[in-house]
């Protein structure tokens, strides 16, 4: 059972996501029988989605797996009704798994820094120059790059392990390539040791895994920036609000 409940709180999102789904059917099953299907037909899949929707915010699925729940019945009586080309179907599955397939292996969808947060980045970054920083799960490039423009004496390098991302940033950062690197490849395969400073948006799933490794091979002194998700136990040196959203903050470590 152990193994279970800890696929349940660190595993994929999806899997929470889906198991809503699929729980909420069963009982709008059971509801339709019980009223003999006398509501109109679009009412039921929006009841679906609503009703998923709240499940999946109990088990704290962040507002885009709402939205996610809410769309999927929808989407799918939509299906039913219009015909699609066969080829579409895998043709997406295999855009979606170039997308977010890296998600899916790291626990960490995609989160976008915004331009308060990239700000606030560098004004943490140490004056000097010499020292090399690096964004665990780049995305689409946009704070290191921004970062690399104005700090031309540091060496900044992302990983992002969703090829389709990977691409963007790569692209986004041939302006400043000439101090600026988007690998592709798992931020856990990545050693930290060389890194003064590491910056993540992650998901709350592998923050105490990070912690870890952060505190087995990076140097004293060094230090650790995570968006808005915390690490558990680990007391910050400072905690700096954003103006996005309510729980939006940069969270600063110190080796």
């Known amino acids: 059972m152990r193994p279970l409940r800890n696929l349940w709180k660190s595993g994929p999102p999806v899997l929470r996501a889906l198991a809503a789904q699929g729980i909420v059917f069963i009982g709008v099953v059971g509801l339709a029988w019980a009223l003999a299907a006398r509501l109109p037909f679009w009412t039921w899949p929006l009841i679906q989605g609503s009703l998923a929707a709240i499940l999946a915010h109990l088990w704290g699925l962040n507002r885009g797996w709402l939205v996610f729940q809410v769309l999927l019945p929808l989407a799918l ?22 997308v977010f397939g890296g998600g899916l292996l790291t626990r960490v969808p995609l989160y976008n820094s915004s331009h308060a947060a990239w700000r606030a980045l560098l004004e943490l970054l140490p004056a000097e120059d010499g020292y090399e920083m690096v964004d665990l799960g780049a995305g689409l490039g946009g704070p290191l790059s921004f970062l690399a423009r104005r700090c031309p004496g540091v060496r900044f390098t992302g990983i992002e392990a969703s090829p389709v991302l990977w691409l ?85 470590y110190r080796l």
């Open 77 to 98: 009586v939509w299906q039913l009704g219009h015909a699609l080309p066969v080829w579409i179907y895998p043709i997406a599955l295999v855009g979606l798994l170039l």
């Open 168 to 252: 963007l940033a790569w692209l986004r950062a041939r302006s400043v390539r000439a101090n600026c690197q988007m690998r592709y490849g798992s931020l856990w395969k990545l050693p930290l040791g060389d890194y003064r400073v590491v910056y993540a948006f992650l998901s709350p799933a592998p923050m105490a895994e990070l912690w870890a490794k952060a505190r087995r091979e990076m140097k004293p002194g060094s230090i650790l920036i995570s968006n808005t998700f915390s690490i558990p136990d680990a007391a910050p040196e400072r905690d700096i609000p954003l103006p996005d959203r309510r729980d939006a903050r940069l969270w600063v």
